[in-house]
C-alpha cells in the first residue's frame, strides 16, 4: 500500500493497444492506435479523480510528517481499481443502493462516489469537525450512514465477516443493491475470509455480493509469495461454485470494464462474485514502514497518462494542469483544517453507545 511524492516522467513510445494498418500509399505500414473503449469525458474524469486521490494521499503523508497526524495508511497505487469501484456504485441509503464494507486503502472509491477530500484531512488532523469518526481514529478510516459505507476497522479484515449480513438483508429485500466488500491479499488468510465464502454461497442462499481482493503482493512486510500457495487468490471462490475473475487493477480501463461486468451479473442473478485485482503498493505498508516512495512498484497514473497522451485524450500539460490544481486546493483545504478545534475532553463517551436522534 503505497503512494509517491511526484509522478515520473512518461516513459517513450506510443503505448499498448498499437496497430497496423493497410499499407500506406508509399507501401510503407502507419501505425494507428486502437480506439480506447470507453468515452473520453469519462476517460478524463477518472484521471482527475485518480490526481485528486493520489495528492489527497501524499498530503496526508506530509500532515503526519509534520506533526499533523498520528499516523497514515492509505491507497496510493490502488487508485486505478478505486476510482473505477466508486464510479460504478449505487450510491444512496437503504437496501435499494450498494453497500460498501471498505479498507482503509479506500480513498479514491470515496472520492469517485463525490465526497470531499477536506474530511480525510479533518480525520488525519483528529478535529472535532472530521465526518468521519468525530476525531477518534486513524486516517482512510471512513464512514458515512447517508452513502451506506460501512465504518472501516483498524482489525484486517472483519469485513468480509459483516459483509454477508447486509446482502442476506438485500436478498430478502429484492430489488439492484448489492454489498460490495473489499480487502487486502494478506487478510484473506483470516477465517473472515473464508467464512464470507461460506456463507455466500450456501445452495439456494446465494447472496448479492461482489467480493474484492486488492492484491498488492504484500501483508506489512511479508511478501504473499511467501504465504499464498494458490495462483490467483480467486481461485479460492471456485471451490464455492461462485463466479471469479483475476484482473490488472493498475489498468484503470481494465477494472471500470471487468467490474461492471461483475457488477451486473451480482445484481441481475443476485449472486456472489469473487474478483481478485491486482495493484501496487506505492509509499508501503504506511507510516510505520516509513512512507516512502517504492520505485520498483508500477505507477498506474504514469501508465494511465502515457495511454491518454499517447491516443490525444490529454497533453502532457493538461495532465500537469490537473497535478497542480489539485495540489493548490487540498494545499488549501489543509491549512483550513490546522486551525479548527480538536475534539472537547467532554465528548470523549461520544460516538460509544447509542444515541438519541
Known amino acids: 500500500m503505497g503512494c509517491g511524492t511526484a509522478y515520473a516522467a512518461p516513459r517513450d513510445g506510443i503505448g499498448p493497444g498499437a496497430m497496423t494498418e493497410p499499407a500506406s500509399r508509399r507501401g510503407r505500414p502507419t501505425l494507428v492506435k486502437e480506439p480506447l473503449p470507453l468515452d473520453t469525458k469519462l476517460l478524463v474524469r477518472m484521471h ?31 487508485e486505478a481499481f478505486n476510482v473505477a469501484l466508486g464510479l460504478l456504485m449505487k450510491r444512496g441509503q437503504g437496501l435499494d443502493f450498494d453497500y460498501l464494507h471498505g479498507h ?16 480525510a484531512l479533518r480525520q488525519m488532523k483528529s478535529t472535532a469537525s472530521d465526518p468521519y469518526s468525530g476525531g477518534r481514529n486513524f486516517s482512510g478510516h471512513f464512514s458515512k450512514r447517508e452513502w451506506n459505507i460501512v465504518p472501516i ?11 454477508p449480513g447486509t446482502a442476506l438483508a438485500q436478498k430478502r429485500h429484492g430489488g439492484e443493491g448489492i454489498t460490495i466488500v473489499t480487502g487486502g491479499d494478506a487478510g484473506t488468510a483470516e477465517g473472515d475470509f473464508a467464512s464470507c465464502l461460506v456463507w ?32 490467483n487468490i480467486a481461485d479460492r471462490g471456485k471451490a464455492f461454485g461462485m463466479q471469479t475473475r483475476t484482473i490488472d487493477g493498475n489498468d484503470p480501463i481494465v477494472s471500470y470494464l471487468e467490474l461492471q ?30 512512507a516512502n516512495f517504492v520505485t ?21 500539460a493538461d495532465m500537469d494542469q490537473v497535478r497542480t490544481r489539485w495540489t493548490e486546493e487540498i494545499a488549501n483545504k489543509a491549512r483550513q483544517v490546522r ?15 447509542a444515541e438519541d436522534r
Open 48 to 78: 482527475d479523480l485518480m490526481v485528486e486521490s493520489r495528492v489527497l494521499e501524499e498530503r496526508l503523508i506530509q500532515m503526519y510528517r509534520q506533526g499533523h497526524g498520528y499516523f497514515w495508511i492509505g491507497g496510493p497505487g490502488e
Open 296 to 316: 520498483v512498484e508500477q505507477d498506474c497514473i504514469v501508465e494511465f497518462e502515457r495511454k491518454l497522451e499517447a491516443h490525444g485524450v490529454l497533453t502532457r
Open 261 to 290: 461486468k461483475a457488477m451486473a451479473y451480482v445484481r441481475k442473478e443476485r449472486r456472489p462474485f469473487l474478483l481478485e485485482a491486482n495493484v501496487s503498493r506505492l509509499y508501503g505498508h504506511s507510516s510505520a514502514s516509513g
Open 104 to 119: 482503509y486503502r479506500q480513498s479514491g472509491t470515496l472520492l469517485a462516489l463525490g465526497e470531499d477530500p477536506i474530511g
Open 339 to 353: 486551525d479548527e478545534p480538536l475534539p472537547e475532553a467532554s465528548t470523549i463517551w461520544k460516538h460509544i453507545f
Open 200 to 231: 455466500s454461497t450456501r445452495p439456494g442462499n446465494e447472496l448479492p455480493i461482489l467480493i474484492v481482493v486488492t492484491h498488492n503482493q504484500w501483508g506489512i512486510s511479508t511478501s504473499a509469495s511467501s504465504q499464498q500457495g494458490a495462483k
Open 153 to 163: 476497522t483498524s482489525p484486517i479484515e472483519v469485513q468480509y465477516s459483516m459483509a
